[in-house]
């Protein structure tokens, strides 16, 4: 007997990427649920390194045990500050290294959907319980938005999967799981990076401000505006027309700062011109340009150009050294292959763009690459070198040529590196795991 088949519809080309979408999701949500088992799994073998997570969370009772056991393994290193400053607000100078928005949406959490719990758990617990749902959630939204922007930027809808299967399992996982800024960074500059596609340039500039209130880099993004409005402007257009993108770009800039000049100046009020400055005058109060987080990272982080070019720091570079090559790595082969492109900061290109062109090597790949560069030279000449791993958890070039190397495409540039990439991710992983779930440096 004939089977008839019965062509697909363009609502079923409409509803194709929205169920991708889902399943996607479900990938980013099972990730987390492996990370959690396994760093739950660890710590119930392995002793901390540190016992400072008693100090927030007291193992008074058996309930308190049996929280500590399963949320206290996502509460380490920089956690604390997030915590307490969720709790306290802003009490230390030094910890204005670490920006508002993460700790203000625990305490909207805590105090709307987690309510009910205060019968059960004091007001820490529900803060940290808080988090570590921000950071969850946050997670699954930002292995989402990547998976659009890479079908919005390549449309090959393969490629745009893997970038997002490979962001879920990610070699920084288990800080993105934590009470930690990344996830929410991250879902907020994908988010951000998604409008800019579609050329929603406002809406871009409203999500990348929100994003610069969660970690300081979000204020790079605005070169997206300059990359687009001013260097890539048709200089045959009338010089009006082109003044006026110029505007538009300085315009969208301003916006897009808007997140990080107000944490600023809400510090400027805090210790220069509110009652604790009446106390002590802080030095970076009458610097030209008074910026208490660039003081902070300086003063009691020791950041600063080559400040961290130690002996005693070699262990660190070589954790660092995995995604270090790789970040070099995917720059390198990227300019490698149209110089031209480089050189011309993408307004020209030698390599004519087919359908069968690799989408990492694509020309919209440019921008993504510049801020890869100066991220990565920034990283590895003044910031903690460990860090760096988690650093470019936000970064969607990472993931573009991580799944450039699972494309198919054996004979393109850049290619070959599979098995390289998996064991780096897989490895890393599994390690930054144990030894974060137990309080091991580094973090």
């Keep these: 007997m004939e089977t008839k088949t019965h062509p697909r ?37 392995i002793q901390d390194y540190d016992s400072a997570l008693e100090l927030i969370l007291p193992i008074d009772s058996a309930p308190q045990r049996l929280f500590k056991g399963i949320l206290g393994v996502f509460l380490r290193w920089d956690s604390f500050y997030f915590v307490h400053q969720a709790e306290y607000g802003y009490v230390f100078e030094q910890a204005h290294a670490f920006f508002p928005l993460l700790p203000w949406l625990m305490r909207v959490v805590a105090g709307t959907v987690l309510a009910p719990l205060s019968f059960y758990l004091n007001d820490t617990q529900i803060l940290v319980l808080a988090g570590v749902l921000v950071a969850n959630a946050s997670f699954i939204v930002a292995t989402v938005q990547l998976y659009r922007l890479s079908s919005k930027l390549f449309g090959q809808e393969k490629f745009a999967f893997t970038s997002a299967i490979l962001y879920a399992f990610s070699p920084s996982g288990i800080f993105m799981s934590a009470v930690y800024a990344e996830s929410l960074f991250a879902a907020l500059s994908f988010t951000g990076m998604v409008f800019a596609a579609d050329k929603n340039y406002l809406l871009a500039a409203i999500a990348w401000s929100l994003s610069s209130t969660a970690r300081s880099n979000g204020v790079l993004y605005a ?23 110029v505007v538009k770009a300085m315009v969208f800039c301003l916006i897009s700062w808007t997140g990080f000049i107000t944490v600023q100046l809400y510090g400027y009020a805090l210790y220069c011109s509110g009652e604790i400055s009446s106390l002590d005058v802080r030095p970076w109060c009458s610097r030209s340009i008074p910026l208490l987080y660039s003081f902070v990272q300086e003063f009691y ?30 720059i390198y082969y990227y300019v490698k292959y149209d110089v031209h492109r480089a050189l011309t900061l993408g307004r020209q290109s030698s390599q004519p763009e087919t359908k069968d062109t690799a989408p990492f090597l694509s020309q919209k790949m440019f921008p993504y690459i510049t801020l890869w560069a100066v991220l990565l030279l920034t990283n590895i000449t003044t910031m903690h070198i460990q860090i760096i791993t988690r650093a470019f958890s936000c970064m969607p070039p990472v993931y573009w040529f991580a799944a450039h190397q699972f494309d198919g495409r054996p004979s393109t540039p850049g290619s070959g590196w599979t098995w390289s990439v998996a064991i780096f991710f897989v490895m ?13 440096p580094p973090a």
Excluded at 226 to 244: A, G, S, W
Excluded at 428 to 440: E, H, K, R
């Design 9 to 45: 519809t363009t609502s079923d080309l409409q509803r194709q990427p929205q169920n991708r979408a889902w399943t996607v999701a479900y990938y980013a949500l099972a990730s987390r649920i492996v990370i959690w088992a396994i760093a739950v799994a660890s710590h119930a073998f």
């Design 301 to 330: 982080w020791n950041v600063g150009f080559l400040r961290y070019y130690e002996i005693k720091q070699i262990p660190n570079f070589a954790m660092a050294a995995p995604m270090i090559i790789l970040s070099a790595s995917g």
């Design 428 to 440: 890393y992983s599994l390690i930054g795991i144990i030894l974060f779930a137990n309080f091991f």
């Design 223 to 245: 070169g997206f505006f300059i990359y687009d409005l001013v260097v890539q402007m048709d200089l045959q257009k009338p010089v009006l027309r082109n003044t006026f993108s």
